[in-house]
C-alpha cells in the first residue's frame, strides 16, 4: 500500500461545478496534510495546509481532514477552466523533531467551459 | 524577495557522466529536499537535509548524492547518470515541517 493515495483522474467537471479531490493515508501519526497545485510544465504551488479534524476554509477552497479515516479531500466551488491542473496531496511524515512530506500521484482536474 | 533557484533548467547528458544539479534559497531554510517526477509516480523524495551537514536518504536514493556545506545550497549528483534517471527534479524548501514546502522550478534532465 503506498503511504499517499489519490485517484490520478482525470476528473472533469464543467465551468461553476464543485470538484471533488480525494486522498487516503496509511501513517497514523501524520499531523500536517497540505495540497498543491501543479500546472503543466510548472513546479507545485501550495494552496491549502490542515491540521485538524473538520473543514478549513480559503476562498473557493475547502480542505476536509478525517484522521480517524485517514482521509483528506479538497472541494474546489465553482470550477473555473484556470483551475484545470494537477492536484497533488501531501502528508508530513513525522520522525522525532523532523519530518518530511509524501506526496500523493496527483490527480489530474479538468475545467470545461 | 526570497526565492529558491534551481539550475540549469535543462539538461542533456551522456550514460555514465556525473552530473551536478544545483538548488539555492535565500530563505534562510534549514530544511531542503530534492525530488523526481515521472508521468505515473508523482513526486518522489530522493534526499534530504535538516540543517549543514546533514543528510539523510529517500525513497529513491540510488545513484544520487548531496552533501550540505552551508545553509542556501544542497546540490544533487547523480555519480553516473543511467537512462532510467531522466526526470524532472525538483528542489524544495521549508522553515517548519508543519509548513508547507517552497519548490524550484525545476530541472529537466535527459540522459541519453
Known amino acids: 500500500q503506498k503511504e499517499v493515495e489519490q485517484n490520478s483522474g482525470p476528473l472533469s467537471v464543467p465551468e461553476g461545478a464543485i470538484a471533488s479531490l480525494n486522498c487516503t493515508y496509511s501513517d497514523r501519526v501524520s499531523q500536517s496534510f497540505f495540497w498543491y497545485r501543479q500546472y503543466s510544465g510548472k513546479s507545485p504551488e501550495l494552496i491549502m495546509s490542515i491540521y485538524s479534524n473538520g473543514d478549513k476554509e480559503d476562498g473557493r477552497f475547502t480542505a476536509q481532514l478525517n484522521k480517524a479515516s485517514q482521509y483528506v479531500s479538497l472541494l474546489i466551488r465553482d470550477s473555473q477552466p484556470s483551475d484545470s491542473a494537477t492536484y497533488l496531496c501531501?502528508?508530513?511524515?513525522?520522525?522525532?523533531?523532523?519530518?518530511?512530506?509524501?506526496f500523493g500521484q496527483g490527480t489530474t482536474l479538468q475545467v470545461k467551459p | 524577495d526570497a526565492e529558491i533557484t534551481q539550475s540549469p533548467r535543462h539538461k542533456i547528458t551522456e550514460t555514465g557522466r556525473q552530473v551536478t544539479l544545483a538548488c539555492h534559497q535565500t530563505w534562510n531554510h534549514n530544511n531542503m529536499f530534492w525530488y523526481r517526477q515521472d508521468l505515473g509516480h508523482g513526486l518522489r523524495l530522493i534526499h534530504y537535509?535538516?540543517?549543514?551537514?546533514?543528510?539523510n536518504k529517500g525513497e529513491v536514493s540510488d545513484g544520487y548524492s548531496v552533501s550540505r556545506s552551508n545553509t542556501e545550497d544542497l546540490p544533487l549528483t547523480l555519480e553516473s547518470a543511467a537512462s532510467s534517471q531522466t526526470s524532472v527534479y525538483f528542489c524544495a524548501s521549508s522553515a517548519q515541517f508543519s509548513y508547507g514546502y517552497t519548490f524550484g522550478s525545476g530541472t529537466r534532465l535527459t540522459v541519453v
Open positions: 501531501a502528508v508530513n511524515i513525522p520522525s522525532g523533531n523532523t519530518g518530511k512530506l509524501i
Open positions: 537535509s535538516y540543517g549543514v551537514q546533514d543528510t
